[in-house]
């Protein structure tokens, strides 16, 4: 089994940073893509940023291209969500994801899931 446990989200204001991680423990870390999803109020769940087992690739919804950086520390079994220039379209509940081989924008296909963390962004 695969524990996904992510730590507090947190407040920031409109052109602001936050970083998001997600601490991994069980089965090996290193064979999973990650990926990290949010589900803003009201909305489905959407895929925000993904990464191989590698790190050696990362994909990124449009929406957060350029703004956010996903990465990861195998050694540590964590991976990172670095948000910056963030915006109140932003505020959502935020997900990491594991699923084994590659990564993928449908949150049906991954297995685990951490148990969630707000981030709110004020105008």
């Known amino acids: 089994q695969v524990q996904l446990v992510e730590p507090g989200g947190g407040l920031a204001q409109a052109g602001g940073s936050l970083r998001l991680s997600c601490a991994t423990s069980?089965?090996?870390?290193?064979?999973?893509?990650r990926a990290w999803f949010r589900q803003p109020p009201g909305k489905e769940r959407e895929f925000v940023a993904g990464?191989?087992?590698?790190?050696?690739?990362?994909y990124y919804a449009d929406s957060v291209k350029g703004r956010f950086t996903i990465s990861r520390d195998n050694l540590k079994n964590t991976v990172y969500l670095q948000m910056n220039s963030l915006k109140p379209e932003d505020t959502a509940v935020y997900y990491c994801?594991?699923?084994?081989?590659?990564?993928?924008?449908?949150?049906?296909?991954?297995?685990?899931w951490g148990q969630g963390t707000q981030v709110t962004v004020s105008s």
């Open positions: 994801a594991a699923r084994s081989f590659t990564v993928t924008m449908r949150p049906n296909d991954y297995d685990y």
């Open positions: 069980g089965r090996t870390f290193s064979l999973y893509a």
């Open positions: 990464i191989n087992w590698t790190g050696g690739s990362t």
